[in-house]
């Protein structure tokens, strides 16, 4: 178990530094923050003294080790186009990421598992049909579609809910929606196959013939036997939510990572950038481990 | 099996499952919108930026979403009225003593936030700060030519490197901050809760979400309408719309025709528009072919309907121009005669040359500007004989590519130019002159021309200078400009808000309409 715990932090360490260093090169050839920073009327005598009051002028692999130095010491350097320190940019948005994918994952939980559960149970019906065209349907809408229909429905239109920014629990009501939908058909389709499956069980006949109403026998059997898989499913879900944050929180102007993330890159500031890929690619990589860590505990065979 | 299973299961649960799951999530969205709550008073104005400002301290970065909101925050030491005259703001009086000295009366009785009073000392340090190249600010450029600021009882000095005509026109852009608590908090203390002179007072800075101002009711000029302000950072432009149509906000920027359609058919806004001084134009690389050749730019800039891309898809007011400046800069020259549209004489002119004009050549571009009118202006060249191909990227790459010399260069570049001066010395000398990284010009006439128009401080010489210029320009081809650009907002139709062409948006110079 040891080794097996070494090979994996091991890899998962690697794993990240891969990302991060991949990151801090490629940034570095998608061109010059400075050109964005100073005026169109700015001579080559002001970009020289902006490239060297932002470190730029020193070679790449001196930028680099710097990079990888300070990031050791948690010290993640200051964004010359926000104007103040990373770690307090980042900081600032993080809860408003953690409100969205919570709220995400709640919508999506709670629609997906109750929309599986009755596919499963009508399954072949002509509910169900129409309940997994509504899931697909969920599953192929461009988030940004969705949410700029939502706006216009339920913000503009009926005027049920704010159009965008953050707040109050209105507020989190349609981007939530909107970044939860193709998770909830996930969970949707996940739940009603588990529950097929768990159907077709022994157990549940013989519970069945004993006369087990059937909402007991969702609550005391079903449901626990089926969520094995679904809540496996659930640690993609979050790296899911994290990448569609990104246009989310563009559309309802949701001050989180993702928007961030977007306004970062297109104003190459390059000290946000890193570190969002860092926190990124240490929770990919973190959930995907402790998914494998319960595997491992759960099926011994897995383990080299 | 499962169809056994399922033969037990009655339709009817099912069926009260579905049923009580649209009644939880019926409850759950009722009590949600039971929260929320719509009002938009004339106590408090909500202005939708496309962005997040990215600093309060106005000597750090200039972009319109954090200049929109610094300016209602500082006094500058001059500005601009709506019709676009220069006037004095912290300065009272000002008088050009020397061709490089310039004399400021400070105005008394302007006061800080914190209730200091405002003295030539904070004028003196805010020039320092701004021109010291250790402060590292984005603007040195705009400030670069003043090399001194002294301060006597309640005049201040400036002096510059040598005699700078624009230099009003830049001053207009410099705020003033307070030395006494700058030296003491710092500048990143400062950033995060600014204080100074202006009209509104500073709240509130939830980052990236909005930045929230009070009226300074103590304030020397015209007091503001609104007892609060609130910029919010919308960054899509329908989010923005929707916003206005939905009463949440009371101005909206960065929208284009389409979207002032929907606003206007909607009847909850309307639109506020005004000629800025950005000029949309094309630049030629003369180094390359096909445009190295006078013909071949003459036969191009024939080719373009500059009418037709703004009728039919700009389409908000847009002016069609023949030089690099609007009438909004000192520098204009009503005389310049307008490009000629005449596609059947630029096909003529290029079939004498086909191996010419048919040479590839790529048209630079970036998302950020209009890209049907990218798209359009490659199809009318094409149209009668070039080989246009369309090369996008993203902006700082695009910038890389049109301020790379000549043989890096694309053939030709779409581009939407502002200097934010109103002064023909920040247009053309950046894009002609051949010292700059913009220009793709060599010519030493031209170059004369340029220097003597940015060291005189006679405008008679200065507006003889840059007629020359234009002239060179229109009869060389040597840049195509298309059209002097709109600037568009979306209002509360109760707003009386007038839009300027330096795209300014002083809280106090607007109004409820009653």
Redesign the interface.
Same mark, same amino acid.
């Given at each position: 178990m040891i080794r097996f715990l070494v090979f994996r932090f091991s890899q998962a360490a690697l794993t990240i530094f891969g990302v991060v260093s991949l990151v801090f090169f490629l940034q570095r050839l #998608? &061109?010059? +923050?400075v050109?964005?920073?100073?005026? $169109? #009327? @700015?001579? $080559?005598?002001?970009i020289k !003294?902006?490239r060297e !009051?932002?470190g730029l002028d020193q070679p790449v692999w001196s930028q680099y080790a710097n990079f990888l130095f300070d990031t050791f010491k948690l010290d993640f350097g200051f964004s010359? !186009?926000?104007?103040?320190p990373v770690s307090e940019?980042i900081i600032? =948005?993080i809860p $408003?990421t953690l409100k969205l994918a919570i709220g995400a994952l709640a919508f999506s939980m709670?629609?997906g598992f +109750?929309?599986g *559960?009755?596919m499963a149970?009508? @399954? =072949? =019906?002509q !509910?169900s049909k129409w309940l997994m065209a509504f899931v697909l349907a969920c599953q192929s809408l461009p988030t940004f579609w969705s949410g700029?229909v939502m706006?216009?429905v339920f &913000?503009?239109w009926l005027?049920? *809910? +704010? #159009?965008? &920014?953050?707040g109050?629990?209105?507020?989190?009501?349609m981007p939530s929606i909107s970044l939860g939908l193709l998770s909830l058909a996930t969970y949707a389709r996940m739940t009603r196959t588990a529950v097929?499956e768990e159907?077709?069980k022994d157990y549940? =006949?013989s519970a069945?013939a004993r006369g087990v109403r059937?909402?007991r026998l969702v609550q005391k059997h079903l449901l626990r036997n089926s969520l094995v898989p679904i809540v496996s499913i659930s640690a993609i879900e979050v790296s899911q939510l994290l990448a569609g944050a990104v246009v989310v929180e563009?559309?309802?102007?949701w +001050?989180?990572l993702g928007?961030?993330t977007?306004?970062s890159i297109?104003a190459?500031d390059f000290a946000i950038v890193q570190i969002i890929v860092l926190l990124g690619s240490f929770i990919t990589v973190s959930a995907n481990l402790i998914s494998d860590l319960l595997y491992s505990i759960i099926d011994p065979r897995i383990r080299p | 099996m499962t169809k056994e299973v399922l033969v037990k299961m009655p339709f009817s649960e099912g069926r009260a499952f579905l049923a009580l799951f649209l009644k939880g999530l019926a409850a759950l969205f009722l009590a949600c919108v039971c929260l929320s709550a719509f009002a938009v008073t004339e106590e408090n104005i909500v202005i939708d930026l496309s962005g997040e400002p990215a600093s309060l301290d106005p000597h750090v970065q200039w972009n319109p979403s954090s200049y929109y909101v610094y300016r209602n925050i500082f006094d500058n030491l001059f500005t601009r009225d709506n019709g676009g005259k220069i006037v004095g703001q912290v300065a009272e009086t000002w008088e050009q003593t020397t061709d490089t000295t310039l004399k400021l009366t400070i105005r008394e009785g302007i006061f800080f936030h914190d209730g200091e009073p405002l003295k030539p000392s904070d004028v003196v340090f805010s020039i320092k700060r701004i021109i010291d190249p250790e402060f590292g600010s984005p603007q040195l450029g705009q400030f670069n030519k003043i090399v001194d600021a002294v301060a006597e009882e309640n005049i201040v000095v400036i002096s510059t490197a040598d005699p700078y005509p624009s230099l009003l026109a830049q001053l207009v852009k410099l705020s003033i901050v307070p030395e006494h608590i700058i030296s003491k908090v710092g500048d990143s203390k400062f950033n995060d809760a600014p204080i100074g002179s202006g009209p509104y007072a500073f709240l509130e800075w939830d980052r990236g979400n909005m930045v929230k101002l009070i009226r300074n009711e103590d304030y020397w000029g015209d007091v503001g309408p609104f007892l609060r302000a609130t910029f919010r950072s919308v960054p899509d432009v329908a989010t923005r719309v929707a916003d206005l149509r939905a009463g949440t906000a009371d101005l909206v920027v960065s929208i284009d025709a389409d979207f002032a359609q929907q606003i206007n058919s909607g009847g909850t806004g309307k639109i506020l528009s005004a000629l800025s001084e950005r000029v949309g134009y094309l630049g030629l690389n003369l180094e390359k072919p096909p445009f190295n050749n006078l013909e071949m730019r003459r036969a191009a800039s024939m080719a373009i309907d500059r009418q037709g891309l703004i009728e039919g898809l700009l389409q908000a007011g847009e002016v069609p121009i023949s030089q690099m400046l609007t009438p909004s800069h000192f520098g204009f020259d009503a005389a310049v005669p307008p490009f000629e549209f005449d596609v059947a004489r630029a096909r003529a002119i290029v079939s004498t040359n086909q191996a010419l004009a048919s040479s590839p050549a790529t048209l630079a571009t970036s998302p950020v500007f209009d890209q049907r009118i990218v798209q359009a202006i490659q199809q009318m060249l094409n149209d009668v004989g070039f080989n246009i191909a369309i090369s996008m990227s993203d902006m700082p790459r695009y910038l890389e590519i049109v301020t790379s010399p000549s043989s890096r260069n694309s053939e030709l570049s779409f581009g939407r130019w502002s200097c934010a001066c109103q002064d023909a010395d920040g247009v053309v000398y950046p894009l002609l002159h051949s010292s700059s990284s913009w220009s793709r010009v060599k010519n030493t006439h031209l170059d004369d021309l340029l220097e003597a128009a940015r060291s005189s401080l006679d405008p008679e010489v200065r507006q003889e200078a840059y007629n020359q210029v234009h002239q060179i320009v229109r009869e060389e081809y040597l840049m195509l400009p298309l059209y002097q650009a709109t600037v568009l907002y979306g209002a509360a139709v109760d707003l009386n808000f007038v839009p300027t062409a330096n795209e300014s948006m002083f809280l106090n110079r607007m109004r409820i309409i009653r």
């Open positions: #998608t &061109g010059d +923050p050109a964005l920073l100073l005026p $169109e #009327t @700015a001579t $080559e005598d002001d !003294v902006m !009051v932002m010359f !186009v926000r104007n103040a940019i600032s =948005r $408003e709670l629609c +109750p929309l *559960l009755i149970f009508t @399954a =072949r =019906r !509910v700029i706006i216009l &913000g503009v005027q049920w *809910l +704010p #159009t965008s &920014g953050t109050s629990l209105s507020h989190l009501i097929l159907l077709d549940i =006949r069945r059937t909402a563009t559309v309802f102007a +001050p989180g928007l961030l977007m306004q297109a190459r | -």
